[in-house]
């Protein structure tokens, strides 16, 4: 092998060693990147649910204080009262297919 043949060798496996950190370097950041993103998605996961029971809290304190005797808006409460009623009565015709 000649000198030229010799550094070309040295260069290549210089810029080898160099490629394979970098590689090294990615992957890394890839793990802590995936990591970070399943953390996000449990926080998601977390807060999704958490948005549901308390739309379900709201809709009830909604009902309940539509129903509440002490108010005055009658017909309000007759319309979600109704509302409800044709609700279940869906229900029950599903159940009846």
């Given at each position: ?16 060693r160099h490629l394979l950190f970098l590689y090294e ?27 549901r029971s308390l739309h379900g809290d709201y809709t ?16 309000d409460t007759k319309d979600r009262l109704s509302k ?14």
């Amino acid at each position: 092998m000649t000198n030229q043949d010799k550094e070309l060798v040295k260069s290549f496996e210089a810029k080898l060693r160099h490629l394979l950190f970098l590689y090294e370097k990615v992957k890394k950041e890839n793990i802590k990147l995936q990591e970070l993103l399943e953390d996000e998605k449990k926080k998601t996961l977390e807060l999704e649910n958490k948005y549901r029971s308390l739309h379900g809290d709201y809709t009830h304190l909604k009902t309940a204080l539509i129903i509440n005797p002490n108010r005055k808006d009658i017909k309000d409460t007759k319309d979600r009262l109704s509302k409800l009623v044709r609700e279940v009565d869906k229900c029950i015709a599903l159940l009846n297919i």
